[in-house]
Structure formats: C-alpha cells, structure tokens
C-alpha cells in the first residue's frame, strides 16, 4: 500500500509570490490534515479536509488556505509569501481524522527568500 | 487548548544504553501517537496509544490516560535511533481538532 506522497519536495519562493502544494493520501483515507513545522514554534496544526469539506482550521491567517478533491488528494496554498513562512509543510493521512491514527509525507520544505 | 510537554528535551546515550521519553498532557485526550522524525523530515509512526501498554521490538509504550502521561522506552539503543522524537495527542472539542504537538525529544545515540 503506497503511503503518503507530497509534492514537490523542495521549493524556493520570493516573498509576495503564492505557492501550492499537494498531497495524495494513503488509498481509502479520507481525511488529509497540513501542519507546519518551523524551529521558533514547532509542529502546528493548519487545517483538516474530510470529504472535500474543510472540517477544522488552526490559528493562520487566511493567506493559508486548501481544498481537497473527489479523490481526496489536497492542495494547500499560500498567497502573498512572507519569510515567515519558511517551513517544513507536513501532510497528515488518516482515515477519518478526529483522532484515527495518523501517516505522514515526507513534507515540502519550502523556503521564502 | 490542550498543552503537551516532553522530557527530557536532549539526550545523549550510548550504543547499547536504554532510555525512557516522558510526555504529559494537560487534558483527557481521544488519541496520542508517538513519532520519529527522520533526518529528513518525515515523522515515521511509532504506536498509536491512546490507553495502554504496547511493544513493537526494542521499542515499547505505556499511556496511563487516568494520570496524563505516556513514556516511550528505548532499549539497546542503535545509532540509527538517533533523532527527534514527538508525541502528539488529539483531543475532539480541544481547540483546533488537530494534532497538538510537543516540542520533541532530541535523541543522539553515540558509538
């Protein structure tokens, strides 16, 4: 069973430019879920998508936002890139969310310059 | 929300040394779920261990859900079990209905 692929990898960006990433989630998962993980403030919850539906938001700002589609692969997106948003962006599959176990990608570190 | 605290933050063992990672939480909690994050980036799943005594090789953990902790233990540590360490616990109606991380656990197994 394929886990978790998020892409891309790796991202350089300028700051004011938007980016998108995606994840694709294990085969039958319906709920993705997008952390940000930074050195100052850690793994932090962003968002959850169930069934195309976002169903929970963590504390950022609207700049972040997501959708997911038919097929549960998400997209997560953030416009106007500050430096701040420097991170490893981590995408979490679980089966139904609210607290089914969770699978991880190996993350898109992204980096705003 | 709920608040999550890890101890110890650093630790350096020897190959061969066992060791124990406390993580405490402040509230009832629906889930909990250790990981290791790998050099690269990814946070490979341990246990999901809401409740309970669980063992996979020379790792173990035990979450006392009544008291609001859960230790992992490490056994005959490699130098391949170096690396960071979270717990991360759900809590339905905690806040944000995510994950909640703690800081993690910085593991440096020596040869």
């Known amino acids: 069973k394929a886990g978790v692929t998020q892409t891309p990898r790796y991202l350089i960006k300028t700051r004011g430019q938007q980016v998108t990433l995606s994840c694709s989630p294990i085969?039958?998962?319906?709920?993705v879920s997008w952390y940000q993980q930074t050195p100052g403030q850690g793994l932090q919850f962003l968002f959850e998508?169930?069934?195309?539906?976002?169903?929970n938001k963590g504390n950022f700002p609207g700049r972040f936002s997501g959708r997911q589609f038919s097929n549960s692969r998400s997209e997560m997106n953030v416009s106007t890139l500050e430096l701040g948003d420097s991170a490893l962006y981590l995408c979490?599959?679980?089966?139904?969310?609210?607290?089914?176990?969770?699978?991880f990608g190996q993350g898109t570190r992204l980096t705003v310059v | 929300g709920i608040q999550v605290e890890q101890s110890p933050p650093d630790l350096i063992l020897q190959e061969g040394a066992n060791s124990t990672l406390r993580c405490n939480f402040s509230?009832?909690?629906?889930?909990l779920q250790w990981f290791h994050q790998n050099p690269w980036g990814q946070l490979i799943n341990l246990f999901y261990?809401?409740?309970g005594t669980k063992q996979n090789g020379r790792l173990s953990a035990t979450t006392v859900a009544t008291e609001r902790y859960s230790l992992l233990y490490i056994s005959s540590s490699q130098t391949t079990d170096s690396g960071v360490y979270f717990c991360?616990?759900?809590?339905?109606?905690?806040?944000?209905?995510?994950?909640?991380f703690g800081k993690g656990t910085h593991l440096i197994i020596q040869p």
């Open positions: 979490a599959s679980s089966p139904a969310g609210r607290g089914t176990e969770a699978f």
């Open positions: 085969s039958g998962h319906r709920s």
């Open positions: 998508y169930f069934s195309e539906t976002q169903r």
């Open positions: 509230d009832s909690v629906n889930n």
């Open positions: 261990i809401p409740s």
């Open positions: 991360a616990v759900f809590r339905t109606g905690g806040g944000a209905d995510g994950l909640t």
